[in-house]
């Protein structure tokens, strides 16, 4: 049995530098972003307090501090990269999808970047680059070109003229699964039960999306294989006609924690999607303490890191954007 003590150490270390929830708080109060990257600095996230910095100067130097530590963990990890590959595939997932939809919505190039943490498939060139197309297919196009895996999947989806953004999300969530899959086959029974429950959550997630609406296709070509859902209820979910009646199918066949959610948040996809990190976040954090041995801690440092790096991007932009005080804490700062 692989054993993860010294570089759970190590992650220990790495997760003390983490901005506690009562820094996070203090921070939302910053006048300006000169008194944020001041805050920044004598913090030690930022090496200097960048007098004169704009929001995107300070969101690069905070992905750039983001991706430092992701470097330092794969060179600890020797032969154990199995837990951290599924780690950085469901980063780069979220990046991609983050991109994308940018790109489909007109979000500014910067925007576009909010958050989101270098990895050494998606290094802090390759997303500059990524978040400057304006066409899906460019964006599929760069990644083909820079041997990223899931480039392949996103060019065929996007061939339509008028790309459907449905299609290529499920592209890229399809992709992670079946990378996902490969690689914890032989990587043991956690990592192998943490990718099935990614995959129930996106499959729930796709269900109740097709439950709002016509299907023009069988449902059965949405499905993602691997998880605890099978076909059948995740058809009959995906065509019930009504994402609450969906949520009920899926809350009959998985029960759990996840089904409940999927319950609460049937009508808001977004709400949805958020409740869904904070629950893959506080089964992390419950796994880490149960075998503080295994991967579980490797793959909950990643976790908060996005949390935090999230948070502070929405402080950046929303102090750009003049808004001041406790009026930030609808962008998510102080939630970690």
């Known amino acids: ?30 006048d300006d972003l000169q008194a944020l990257a001041r805050a920044l ?14 929001a995107p100067a300070i969101e690069l130097a905070l992905r750039r501090a983001a991706g430092a530590p992701v470097r330092i963990l794969r060179r600890w990890l020797g032969d154990r990269e199995g837990a951290m ?8 997932c979220r990046s991609l999808r983050a991109l994308i939809r940018g790109a ?39 990644l083909i070109a820079a041997g990223h895996p899931y480039g392949p999947a996103i060019l065929a989806a996007a061939a339509e003229t008028v790309p459907d953004l449905f299609s290529i999300e499920l592209a890229i969530v399809r992709t992670f699964a079946e990378r996902a899959l490969r690689g914890a086959r032989s990587a043991g029974r956690f990592l192998r039960d943490y990718v099935r429950g990614l995959i129930d959550s996106d499959n729930c997630r796709i269900a109740l999306l ?12 949405a499905f993602l294989a691997g998880g605890r859902l099978s076909p059948g209820d995740f058809e009959q979910a995906a065509a019930a006609g009504d994402p609450h009646r969906a949520a009920r199918i ?10 409940s959610l999927v319950v609460r948040h049937a009508s808001d996809p977004a709400a949805l999607e958020e409740a869904l990190e904070v629950h893959d976040l506080e089964s992390l954090r419950h796994h880490a303490r149960l075998d503080p041995l295994g991967p579980a801690p490797v793959l909950l440092y990643l976790r908060q890191l996005r949390q935090q790096s999230i948070a502070l991007g929405r ?15 609808s962008a998510g700062v102080g939630a970690l």
């Open 1 to 30: 049995m692989m054993n993860w003590g010294d570089v759970n150490a190590r992650v220990r270390g790495l997760g003390s530098r983490l901005l506690p929830p009562e820094e996070m708080s203090r921070l939302a109060e910053a």
């Open 41 to 54: 600095a004598t913090l030690g996230v930022l090496s200097d307090e960048m007098p004169g910095a704009t």
């Open 85 to 92: 590959a599924v780690g950085l595939d469901v980063e780069d």
């Open 104 to 142: 489909a919505e007109g979000v500014h190039a910067e925007a576009r970047l909010t958050g989101l943490i270098p990895t050494p498939a998606l290094p802090e060139r390759l997303l500059e680059e990524l978040a400057g197309r304006v066409r899906v297919r460019d964006q599929a196009t760069l």
């Open 210 to 221: 097709l439950a709002g609406t016509e299907l023009v296709e069988p449902a059965a070509s």
């Open 250 to 259: 899926l809350d009959a066949a998985l029960g759990g924690r996840l089904a």
């Open 315 to 329: 402080l950046v932009w929303s102090l750009d954007l003049g808004l001041r005080g406790r009026a930030r804490g």
